[in-house]
């Protein structure tokens, strides 16, 4: 299973960044997905996630600015980033809880992170 995440780069404070990350390989069923990131120095917090049911829930910092998305049928999550901070600089991973067959327990998979740069 790989969890291939894009989208990231630099912007001014204020701008917009979509972030897209897709599942491949053996799997079942994808559970949760969302994601998570890491500033520097920092350790990694969650940013925001969704259900398969599509309830989703997100960190204070971001309510009312990000939106996540899911479209299953393509087993992709997707984060769209709006009034972005310099604030929200940090390096972005995609998460995901994947079941690969009806033996094992789910687990959670990650994405390569992808970096998001915020001038001011």
């Known amino acids: 299973v790989q969890l291939q995440a894009s989208g990231g780069g630099l912007v001014q404070a204020g701008g917009s960044l979509r972030l897209s990350c897709t599942a491949s390989g053996s799997i079942l069923s994808i559970y949760s997905m969302g994601w998570y990131r890491q500033a520097p120095g920092k350790q990694r917090e969650l940013v925001a996630d969704?259900?398969?049911?599509?309830?989703?829930s997100y960190a204070d910092s971001v309510k009312g600015r990000f939106t996540i998305s899911r479209d299953n049928t393509k087993k992709a999550v997707y984060l769209q980033m709006n009034n972005l901070k310099p604030e929200d600089t940090a390096v972005y991973y995609c998460?995901?809880?994947?079941?690969?067959?009806?033996?094992?327990?789910?687990?959670?998979?990650w994405g390569q992170g992808t970096q998001v740069t915020v001038s001011s």
């Open positions: 969704i259900a398969y049911s599509g309830s989703t």
């Open positions: 998460n995901a809880r994947i079941r690969i067959n009806i033996v094992d327990f789910p687990r959670d998979y």
